[in-house]
């Protein structure tokens, strides 16, 4: 998190004080220790060890004509994040190609615009639309003046006088097959030399573990990947536990946040002899909202407001700053506003058959047409006879028991806004708007201990 995602998006401060929080928590820690054998480790007799060392190689493209003649100018993606972040590298060529359409070009590209960078651009062999990186990466890209090439696949560096002054791209179009497959197929145009005294190569990361010896017991799969239990993250070798980017490849920091809670319950269990499958269930809980007649704890307006759109620090300052944090954040009005648009997904309708009187009173007031009294079916006739048809499969569709005319109450989870209208409106209180509690399972504390 430190050395690769910009410091414009994440401040050191505000990793320094997320840190701290754990730091806090009295725990034995070694900085600035490369561990080169996972076997050492285990001969020191730890009862369990945690892996979570991320996915530290960047992809390179060694096949590609030039790569070694021009290898001063040419750089891995994410090594050369790091670079700049630990300030070995303070500069840039004016002129840089960043290859690559994921979230890492995206942070090459506007580092580099930071550090030097004139004229810098993202070149990609997708078309602009089915580039891995996220949308909004994409348009702060934009933002700060970085053109984006699309349809080009890279044929060659070209060197001069042992310089790298350029590269070569072949043309294509992404063609897709009956089964959705995509192949890219050249245009038949000349190909496109683009001048650059830098290039930086950011296609994609992956694992690699050069410090796990093969034969103490970790299984890995043909693509270098450890084996691992999906659900406890516990290897081949029972006391050794994967997570993050380590156990099944590159993804966020969310993710790697979720592994490391779910490795710390199997690892609670597993100090305690017990079985790291039979693992306490989340706490869940539902509470009526209701605190009164028509109070309610949460905003049931139902408006169209669009989202509102994080300010962003002037350009120009931006630019001339590394570590100036690009997004300003919502001032309070801006953020109560934007609060206001929540859809209540956590707030549930529920719904009380025997208390229900079929007076159609929900049905007239719900904005969404989601409420259906109808006679009961199979259920993808059901699907197809409510007000608003059911067409997400996947989606499930709530039926109620018999009501008292023989019918049953269908209701559509995917188009109710859960607003509460339904249950504002209900003269029996059929329908309650009840908040659902979810709390993760957490390590019990002796793990901490
Ligand atoms: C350029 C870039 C931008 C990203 N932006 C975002 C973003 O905006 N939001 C988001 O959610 N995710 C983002 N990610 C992904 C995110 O950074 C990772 O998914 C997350 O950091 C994974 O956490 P981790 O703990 O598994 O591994 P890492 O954060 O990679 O941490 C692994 C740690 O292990 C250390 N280590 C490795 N091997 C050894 C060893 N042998 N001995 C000792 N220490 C070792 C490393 O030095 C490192 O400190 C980005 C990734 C990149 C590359
Ligand atoms: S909460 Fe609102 S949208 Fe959902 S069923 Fe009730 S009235 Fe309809
Ligand atoms: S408003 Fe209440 S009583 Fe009337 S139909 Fe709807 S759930 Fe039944």
Known sequence: MRSQIPSFRLPATVLDEEVGYILDMVLTTHFNHYVDSLKGLLDQDYDAIFVGSGAPRGRDLPGLPGRQEGDASIHIGIDWLSNVAFEHIEKIGKRVIVLGGGNTAMDCCRTARRVGGEDVKVIVRSPFDSMKASTWEKEDAIHEGIPFVDNHVPLEFVIEDGKLVGMRFEKVNAVFDENGKRSLVPTGEEPVLFPCDEVLVAIGQENAFPWIEKNIGIEFDNWGMPVLNAQTFQSSCAKVFFGGDSA??????????????????????????????????????????????????????????????????????????????????????????????????????????????????????????????????????????????????????????????????????????????????????????????????????????
């Open 248 to 449: 099944f490849g590159p993804e966020n920091i969310i993710t790697a946040v979720a592994h490391g809670h779910q490795a710390a319950v199997s690892i609670d269990l597993f100090c305690d002899g017990k079985q790291v499958n039979q693992r306490p269930p989340p706490g869940t809980n539902l509470l009526s909202t209701k605190m009164g007649i028509h109070e309610w704890s949460y905003d049931n307006d139902v408006t169209t407001d669009v989202r509102k759109i994080v300010p962003l620090v002037e350009l120009t300052s931006a630019l001339q700053n590394r570590t100036m944090e690009v997004e300003l954040g919502f001032d309070a009005q801006a953020a109560f506003d934007e609060a206001e648009r929540c859809l209540n997904c956590d707030v549930q309708t529920v719904f009380t058959d025997d208390k229900c009187i079929e007076c159609d009173a929900c049905v007239d007031i719900c904005p969404m047409d989601c409420i259906n009294f109808i006679e009961n079916n199979d259920e993808s006739e059901l699907r197809q006879s409510l007000r608003v048809k059911a067409v997400i499969a996947g989606q499930d569709i709530y039926v109620s028991g018999n009501l008292e005319t023989g019918r049953v109450m269908v209701k559509d989870e995917n188009v109710c806004l859960h607003c509460g209208l339904c249950a504002e409106r209900c003269p029996t209180a059929a329908w309650d708007m009840q908040q659902f509690f979810y709390q993760v399972t957490k390590a019990a504390p002796l793990c901490i201990k």
